[in-house]
T-cell receptor, first 114, second 114 residues
Framework: LAKTTQPISMDSYEGQEVNITCSHNNIATNDYITWYQQFPSQGPRFIIQGYKTKVTNEVASLFIPADRKSSTLSLPRVSLSDTAVYYCLVGDEGIKAAGNKLTFGGGTRVLVKP | KAGVTQTPRYLIKTRGQQVTLSCSPISGHRSVSWYQQTPGQGLQFLFEYFSETQRNKGNFPGRFSGRQFSNSRSEMNVSTLELGDSALYLC?????????????FGPGTRLTVT
C-alpha cells in the first residue's frame, strides 16, 4: 500500500475554505484515494473518493493532479462542527480477493475556530 | 437504512478477564472489519470477515479473535485482557468485495481494562 503523508494539524476559522494536502509519492496505477473524517469518540466517516482530476460531492471536493502523487481535500466554508481528524488513504479499490487492507495514518487534526 | 451498530458501547473489565464485542453491519453489507483505536497507536486494523471467513488479519496477538455469522453479524473476542487493551474498538462494514475502501463505521465500543 502507498504510504501517505499529511500535516499533523491545521487551524481555520468559520466560513473559510480548508485545504488539506496528502502526499502519496508511491501511488500505484490501480490505487484510489479515499478520505475519512472522524469526530472524537466516533468511528471514521467516509467523505470522498477519487482516482484522478476532480471529484465533488455535497461535503467536499477532492483535487488530484495528473501525476497523482498528491491530493487535496477541500472543505468549503467550514463551520465549528467540521472540527475533526481527517485521514487520507490510498489503496487498490479492486482488491477483491485480498480483502480489506485499510491502513490509517496519523491524520490531520483540523480545528475550526469561531 | 440503519447504520452499523455495536454493543455494548462501554465496557469495564479487569486484567485477565475476557470480553466479547458485537457488531451488526448495514443491511446488505457482507464484509465486516474490526479496528482498535488508541491515542498512542492510532487506528489499527485487527481483522476482516467476509462470508463467515476471515480474509485478513492485522498484527495482533492470538488473544484477539473474531467470527462472522451467516447473517453477517460479527463478534470479536479478547481473552486474558491486559491494561494495554484499553481502547475504542470500531467495527466497519462494506459492500465487499468491490467497495473495500468505502467503509461505514459504527460508533465503537469503549473498553477500559483496570
Amino acid at each position: 500500500l502507498a504510504k501517505t503523508t499529511q500535516p499533523i494539524s491545521m487551524d481555520s476559522y468559520e466560513g473559510q475554505e480548508v485545504n488539506i494536502t496528502c502526499s502519496h509519492n508511491n501511488i500505484a496505477t490501480n490505487d484510489y484515494i479515499t478520505w475519512y473524517q472522524q469526530f472524537p469518540s466516533q468511528g471514521p466517516r467516509f467523505i470522498i473518493q477519487g482516482y484522478k482530476t476532480k471529484v465533488t460531492n455535497e461535503v467536499a471536493s477532492l483535487f488530484i493532479p495528473a501525476d497523482r502523487k498528491s491530493s487535496t481535500l477541500s472543505l468549503p466554508r467550514v463551520s465549528l462542527s467540521d472540527t475533526a481528524v481527517y485521514y487520507c488513504l490510498v489503496g487498490d479499490e479492486g482488491i477483491k480477493a485480498a480483502g480489506n487492507k485499510l491502513t490509517f495514518g496519523g491524520g490531520t487534526r483540523v480545528l475550526v475556530k469561531p | 437504512k440503519a447504520g452499523v451498530t455495536q454493543t455494548p458501547r462501554y465496557l469495564i473489565k479487569t486484567r485477565g478477564q475476557q470480553v466479547t464485542l458485537s457488531c451488526s453491519p448495514i443491511s446488505g453489507h457482507r464484509s465486516v472489519s474490526w479496528y482498535q483505536q488508541t491515542p498512542g497507536q492510532g487506528l489499527q486494523f485487527l481483522f476482516e470477515y467476509f462470508s463467515e471467513t476471515q480474509r485478513n488479519k492485522g498484527n495482533f496477538p492470538g488473544r484477539f479473535s473474531g467470527r462472522q455469522f451467516s447473517n453477517s453479524r460479527s463478534e470479536m473476542n479478547v481473552s486474558t485482557l491486559e491494561l494495554g487493551d484499553s481502547a475504542l474498538y470500531l467495527c466497519a462494514s462494506s459492500l465487499a468485495p468491490d467497495r473495500v475502501y468505502e467503509q461505514y463505521f459504527g460508533p465503537g465500543t469503549r473498553l477500559t481494562v483496570t
